[in-house]
Every structure is written in C-alpha cells, then in structure tokens.
T-cell receptor, first 113, second 112 residues
Framework: AQSVTQLGSHVSVSEGALVLLRCNYS??????LFWYVQYPNQGLQLLLK??????LVKGINGFEAEFKKSETSFHLTKPSAHMSDAAEYFC???????????FGTGTRLQVFP | SQTIHQWPATLVQPVGSPLSLECTVE??????LYWYRQAAGRGLQLLFY??????ISSEVPQNLSASRPQDRQFILSSKKLLLSDSGFYLC???????????FGSGTRLTVV
C-alpha cells in the first residue's frame, strides 16, 4: 500500500537560510507525488508535483523537489527562506489505480528573522 | 477557470444538532469530489469521495454522511453532531490521475 512519511513535524530556519522538508514514500508502482502548502485557516495549495517526467520539479514561490527513486524520497527545498514561507507543508502520493491522495502528517515550517 | 466554493467558513454547533456543509465546483464537468477532515495536530483524513452524481464512497465509519445531488455539488451532513466531529473540513476536486487536487478554503467546525 502507498504511504508517505514526513520526517520532522516542526522545522525552524532563519530568514535567508536553506529550507529542507523531508518526504519518503512507499509505493509498489511508479508514484505521482505532490507537495502542498497550507496557511492558517486556509485550504491546501499545490506547490509542485512529480508525474514521471523530469526528476527535478520546480514549483511556485521558489520551491523545488527532487524525485530520487533509489532513496524513495521527494524532499522539498528552497535556497533562501522568506518570512512568508511560514506554513504547514504536506507531502502526498497517489493511491494506485485511483486519483485519491494519501497525505503525510505535515511539517510546520517556522521562519525566524 | 475552475473554482471551488466551500461554506460556511466557520461554524459552532451544539452537540446533537444537525450539520450541512456545502461545496460547489465551477468551470469543470464530472469532477471527482472529496471531503477531508483535519483534526487539530493531525494530518488529513479522507472521509468521502464521489466519482459521479449519487455515487458516494466512504473511507471511514463515522457519524457523517455525504451526498452529491448535482454534478458539481457535494454536501457533507450529520443528523446529530458529536464532540469528536470538531475539526477543519476541506472539500477538494480532481479530474484525472496525476492532476492533483484543488482544495476549497475549508470550514472550521466546533462542536460544543
């Protein structure tokens, strides 16, 4: 069965520092993988998605993620954090033969000045 | 362009009262529709999904039900709310595998 694991429920960085949010997946078939961002009391917004094209995926707001099959990972990065990046981030994988998404438990990113 | 509307934004209801949350999608036809719940400090739990009018699948046994009376309308209901029904409810739609979801803005439900 598909699943995703997000390592670290909270991550804190200084403004301007590298952001690295970790996501590992488990899937018996080539997966579709997604990163979503959620600001307080709002819905989730799609940041980027991997659908078996390029392994390095660029998304909105300067984020990118690299699909590494050998490591079953899809970590989210941003070279320089901004205060406005403070939010909760969710990694998700598509359930086989459906378009239902299985979400990780989320990582809350704090950015300090 | 496609949009998704979800209302109300916040709701405070007493235990034992009924519930009706509505979600509508514009700009697309025959979407797959989803209801998720996000409890405090927890991830997203899929409650219901629908691939067409009148077609509802439940992912978890619970006090809630869902209906899809029209192609782009998805309703979450309860006859009698429990305290444990409190949470942030999100509606979402998709059209095909690999597309991902588009989420509504959510409803914060507090059962008191």
């Amino acid at each position: 069965a598909q699943s995703v694991t997000q390592l670290g429920s909270h991550v804190s960085v200084s403004e301007g520092a590298l952001v690295l949010l970790r996501c590992n997946y488990s899937s018996s078939v080539p997966p579709y993988l997604f990163w979503y961002v959620q600001y307080p009391n709002q819905g989730l917004q799609l940041l980027l998605k991997y659908t078996s094209a390029a392994t390095l995926v660029k998304g909105i707001n300067g984020f990118e993620a690299e699909f590494k099959k050998s490591e079953t990972s899809f970590h989210l990065t941003k070279p320089s954090a901004h205060m406005s990046d403070a939010a909760e981030y969710f990694c998700a994988v598509t359930k086989v033969n459906t378009d239902k998404l299985i979400f990780g438990t989320g990582t809350r990113l704090q950015v300090f000045p | 362009s496609q949009t998704i509307h979800q209302w109300p934004a916040t709701l405070v209801q007493p235990v034992g009262s009924p519930l009706s949350l509505e979600c509508t999608v514009e700009g697309t036809s025959n979407p797959n529709l989803y209801w998720y719940r996000q409890a405090a400090g927890r991830g997203l739990q899929l409650l219901f999904y629908s691939v067409g009018i009148g077609q509802i699948s439940s992912e978890v046994p619970q006090n809630l039900s869902a209906s899809r009376p029209q192609d782009r309308q998805f309703i979450l209901s309860s006859k009698k709310l429990l305290l444990s029904d409190s949470g942030f409810y999100l509606c979402a739609w998709s059209v095909t595998t690999g597309y991902g979801y588009t989420f509504g803005s959510g409803t914060r439900l507090t059962v008191v």
